[in-house]
């Protein structure tokens, strides 16, 4: 976790007072499986084999196996990274996995065993000040990297032979952006800007990867997490400080993003994700160690709270797997992952 613009005097307040009653949600439904020291993010690689966890406290990432009827978590090894890792992303090839290290301003570039799931590090690049998020573009030809602490988008080439990456033109963002994401159709990118309490949009030049800014847009009190559903249609928003999820419409020519109801979320919300079949939306939320769910309204994108299900302590990050099954919290403080199933029909999580 970005530790001085991500965690307030208020959250650090809020986390030694669930300590001292006994409170955060340490028990989780659904089951956990290890990680490393304040473990930040996970990916889990298309063919739905393997997950790899950043653990921002022990500099390195573990590797999974992914049980493909319960989706258990099982400990393979764990690789080495660069200074405190925040966030990790697997090629839509499954062949090569990067991850963001904020402490040592650099992105890490592993090949993947395909077989076992084994990380082979290849060549670290510079990255900007403070990489804090990283994705991967769907046709897997370009990597790009928020950085907080130069307001900035990264844009690197993959090679996609070796999986090395070229660095390209960064581009701005508004103040400290927290998360990138990237559209299903690779035309256009989306940044949350935790220092400027909005959403930038930008569109990608598909046969450079050069990002076009277009014109950005107002979010909640520091926008920590940002994501774009299945069909490309709709986008949310988590926003730590005002206990809520944005909701947009994405203009399908242009990208452009138009605001709908936000809704309220737990405390500090700090990740949001859409399940595969795009009919549900999670949201981690960190000061109360619980996940919201939504029901999506697959016609205007509006959300419906549906239920709220206890994580482990600090839930700081969430993703799905390629199935659409499973679910995955990362426990900050609890130092595991939760898993859980979900519910097809409802979204519920078990």
Not at 266 to 274: C, E, L, R
Request: proline letters at 5%; aromatic letters at 8%; glycine letters at 10%.
């Amino acid at each position: 976790m970005k530790r001085e613009l991500r965690l307030s005097f208020l959250a650090f307040f809020l986390m030694a007072t669930l300590t001292a009653c006994g409170g955060g949600g340490g028990d989780s439904s659904g089951t956990v499986a290890p990680a490393g020291n304040s473990p930040s993010a996970i990916a889990v690689d298309p063919s739905g084999k393997f997950a790899y966890v950043t653990n921002w406290g022990s500099n390195s990432i573990s590797v999974y196996t992914v049980n493909a009827t319960t989706g258990a978590l099982a400990v393979v090894t764990t690789a080495a990274s660069g200074e405190n890792p925040t966030s990790v992303a697997v090629d839509p090839s499954g062949r090569f996995v990067y991850a963001a290290n904020w402490g040592s301003n650099s992105l890490s570039v592993y090949a993947v065993n395909t077989t076992t799931g084994a990380l082979t590090a290849g060549t670290a690049v510079a990255g900007g000040i403070k990489p804090t998020s990283i994705v991967v573009d769907p046709s897997g030809k370009f990597v790009y990297a928020a950085n907080e602490g130069d307001h900035t988008l990264s844009v690197y080439t993959i090679n996609t032979t070796t999986g090395a990456l070229t660095p390209g033109t960064a581009v701005a963002t508004g103040s400290s952006p927290a998360s990138v994401t990237v559209d299903p159709s690779g035309r256009f990118a989306y940044a949350a800007n935790w220092g400027s309490n909005s959403i930038s949009v930008y569109t990608i030049n598909t046969t450079t990867g050069t990002l076009l800014p277009g014109t950005a847009v107002t979010a909640g009190t520091n926008p920590n997490s940002v994501t774009v559903d299945p069909s490309g249609r709709f986008a949310y928003a988590a926003n730590w400080n005002s206990n809520e999820i944005s909701v947009y419409s994405i203009n399908a020519t242009t990208g452009a993003l138009t605001a709908g109801v936000a809704v309220a979320a737990g405390i500090n919300p700090s990740s949001v994700a859409v399940d595969r079949s795009g009919k549900f939306v999670y949201a981690a939320n960190w000061g109360s160690s619980g996940i919201s769910i939504y029901s999506l309204n697959t016609a205007t994108g509006a959300l419906t709270r549906s239920a709220t299900v206890a994580a482990g302590t600090n839930p700081i990050f969430l993703a799905t797997d390629p199935s659409g099954k499973f679910l995955y919290a990362i426990n900050e403080r609890d130092n595991n992952i939760s898993v859980f199933t979900i519910n097809p029909t409802t979204g519920i999580l078990q």
